[in-house]
């Protein structure tokens, strides 16, 4: 475990949505009174208004050079964030999660395969590393056990790495962390199909884990020998990430 304080380390601070923000190019000022004007209004707006604000900030976010679009409020508390330039599109045609490594019995999974299975819903609050904290989120998907139960773990194996389709967002779990009933590959976020802008059509969820663990965009997941730290570990955050009991923070567990 790295003992290093966030608050200590120069990466850029980290968004509830489990990615971090970074440090963009410069932004005219009419757009950006223009864009935070947008923002005070989705405050004010009834809620059709406010999940259609939600929708242009997630499209605005991808072309947005500054991270500007981060700091503005929507009803659902949550913001689009990547730490990639784009993130290429997933539907329920194009859609695969693979299961490999240390596996008797690798797998590929449609987005179909995936509904098909049975589902586990968790209410948790869902806690940021730098404080931000979203209360009775709830998840629902494919109990990640399940999968690696069918894929038939192998006895050389002691951990699981995942990877995203954004090509660099990548996490780890130890093999029992990973067999946890509340660690899910995620198909629906506050009782709704996973949309792109939160990690969708499918997500990591770890319930006691600071948001970085549940990664977004997932695509692959592979048992390995031992744990490979992910992005964020690789730059300083714990890999032992559990919610008020690592990272230097005492925050309450979130269950």
Known sequence: MNPEHPEAREAPPETPDGTETGHGAPIGRRILLGTLGLGALGVVSAPVLQRGMESFLGEAAQKDPTGLTGLLP?????????????VPRRTAKNYRLTVDGLVDRPR???????RALPQTRMVRDVQCVTGWRVPDTPFEGVRLAALLDAAGVRSSAGAVRFTCFDGAYSESLTLEQARRADVLVALRMQDKDLGHNHGGPVRLYVAPMYFYKSAKWLSGIELTEKVEPGYWEERGYDIDAWVGRSNGRDDEPTT
């Open 74 to 86: 929507n009803g659902g508390g949550f913001r689009y964030y990547s730490v990639t330039s784009s």
């Open 108 to 114: 590929s999974y449609t987005l179909a395969d995936l």
